[in-house]
Every structure is written in C-alpha cells, then in structure tokens.
C-alpha cells in the first residue's frame, strides 16, 4: 500500500517561513518524481514544484526564489522549504509521486500565512 504523508503546515507570519516534509512507503521512491501542489479555499490545485529522480527541479514562477524544492531518497522524504511566505500562499498543501504509469497524493497539509 502506497502512502504519503505531509507534515509541517502550520500558521506563520508574513514574511515567515515553514518547511513541508512529504515521506512516501510502498513505492521505489529513487525512481519516483515527486511534486508540490497547493489548493487555496474556492481555487483549483495548482502546481508549484517538481524534482526528478534526477535532481532537476522546476517551480511556479510565482514561487521562485522563495521556495526551494528537495529530496533525500534515503529517507523517502521530499522536502519544500518556503521563505519569505505571503498571505497569498495559504492553502492546502500536497505532495505527489509519480511512477509511470501511477500517482499517488497526500492528504495534505494546511499552510495559514496571517499576522
């Protein structure tokens, strides 16, 4: 059984920031890409970032230079770290694997950017 799960949302003031954990069991994680999507209340997902099992990232252009995407494959764990957090960036945050031809998502992990 394959499962990811997300951890270290929270309520940060602007300007703060947060680090998101994603570990995955069940699956290869070494050959797995893994991704970053966000849902804030009454908006569609959306992507932010992706790694390869090549260490390639790319990121929303909204997003760059203030998140930084990672992965440890000895952990199974996919990291984002994100600085400099707006308001605008409160969502629902997930984490995605993907192993041709499957995906598989989080539960998710709430991230509530407010002074």
């Known amino acids: 059984q394959v499962q990811l799960v997300e951890s270290g949302g929270g309520l940060v003031q602007p300007g703060g920031s947060l680090r998101l954990s994603c570990t995955a069991s069940?699956?290869?994680?070494?050959?797995?890409?893994m991704g970053w999507y966000r849902q804030a209340p009454g908006k569609q997902r959306e992507w932010i970032a992706t790694?390869?099992?090549?260490?390639?990232?790319n990121y929303l252009d909204s997003v760059k230079g203030r998140f930084t995407i990672s992965r440890d494959n000895a952990k199974n764990t996919v990291y984002l770290q994100m600085n400099s957090l707006r308001p605008e960036d409160t969502a629902v945050y997930y984490c995605?694997?993907?192993?041709?031809?499957?995906?598989?998502w989080g539960q998710g992990t709430q991230v509530t950017v407010s002074s």
């Open positions: 995605k694997g993907a192993s041709t031809p499957y995906e598989y």
């Open positions: 069940g699956i290869d994680f070494s050959i797995a890409a």
């Open positions: 790694i390869t099992t090549a260490h390639t990232t």
